[in-house]
């Protein structure tokens, strides 16, 4: 009777810097003459009949009755071990393959199996131990040195990494999945051009390989080769139409290069593949608003928070919207809400300030600003937008104390030298209004437009005399 094969592979579904090992296990299942065949052996072969089936439940009951009938045949353990991994049984399937290792010490498909799930688990060195006695009862199985390989990626040993991955290639020099994983390791490094080289090996050796398209589009995006990014997302695209990563790349890549009408458009196939993806919504919402389409942007951000109630930044996003638009109670209700949720946010403290400063409510915009300060005193926008509220209601001095903490905190801040040279300008020192004037309009502050802002608040004052 020929023996189940298992064949072991790896593919890692990484897409920037992260390793993300995937695991998947292919059995060849070879079925013998039941004639002359002992019971359990008979039942062997129906769970395995069962199983090139993809019945893995059926399976099982017959491996179960083979190994009821002989509890040292590994074999059947092995077989169940693989359906209840299919299953997602794993702490079954790890029984299994310990159980078949425990009669037969030397049975490489156990070994490598239970490697496999000592490495899903995070214990990286037991399935070192497990793949190094599985290596060397069958070293001629290129898929135990890529498997390997990403293990010790996993461990950070990038080097020995790329080793094992060659070492696959001298078994195969035709081999995609042992290009790739380099082409990978190379992406971790951020050693993108590499990385470019073994993806188009990859590719050269399995034209479908839709995973070697997309992280070589990540890598171009990451060289800011946006136009040949987008390239190799739609061809990954066209490869696997239904992976929802490779739209999301593409759509950054294209918001990356300006082009945000082409991002929704993968956000809207995101959302026909799964419509009840908030951080979809939230990501198309954003880039309305980059094309200025507001409504939609609402929309979105409304629908984020159907799906999402707690999602911060749909709130803060929709409230610097109505803030934008001048809708401060809509503001005020969604910086009200994150207050709920997040009560010692500084931000939210900030927002809350503006939102109540321009609907008129001048004390309970003073009371934010200070609790925005207390939660976060090193915050320089906090300091500026007190000083605004401050100079507007006649409170030079203590307009002028928020702009120098203002200015300590960020020596670069136009906005603050520019309320600042106000704030002397209406206390009448005209030798500091021409220094924070100056320095204003080095640091990008518009001069003509500061000067009539002086100007009219000038007469103004002079007028209320």
Known sequence: MMINNLFCKLIDKQQVSLWVIVFYGLFIFAASSCMGDPEYKKEHSIGTEFAEKGSWQQAITHYDKAINLNREYASAYVDRGFANYKLNNIEEAFNDYSEA????????????????????NGDFQLALKDLDLAISEKNDDPSYYIMKGKILGSLGQMDNAIKQFELALDLDSELSDAYY???????????YSNSIQYFEKAIKFDANNAEAYANKGVAFAANEDYISATSEFSRA???????????????????LSGKYDFAVKDYDSILNLNSEMPEVFFLRANAYVQLGQIDLAIADYDEVLLLSPLFEDAYMNRAEIYFQTQQYDLAIADYLKLEEINPDSSSVQNGLGLAHYYSGDIQLALDNFAKSIELDPSLADTYNNRAAVFLNVGLIEQAIIDLNEAINLDPEFGLAFANRAVAYALIGNMDLLERDLDMAVILGVDRDQLLLQINQLMDANNQSQ
């Open 181 to 191: 994983n380099i082409g990978i390791t190379y992406l971790s490094l951020y050693e």
């Open 237 to 255: 695209i066209e490869i696997d139409p239904k992976q929802i990563n490779y739209y999301q790349n593409r759509a950054r890549a294209f918001e």
């Open 101 to 120: 290792i425990e009669i037969e010490p030397a049975n490489f498909k156990a070994l490598s199996s239970r490697a496999e799930i000592h490495a899903f």
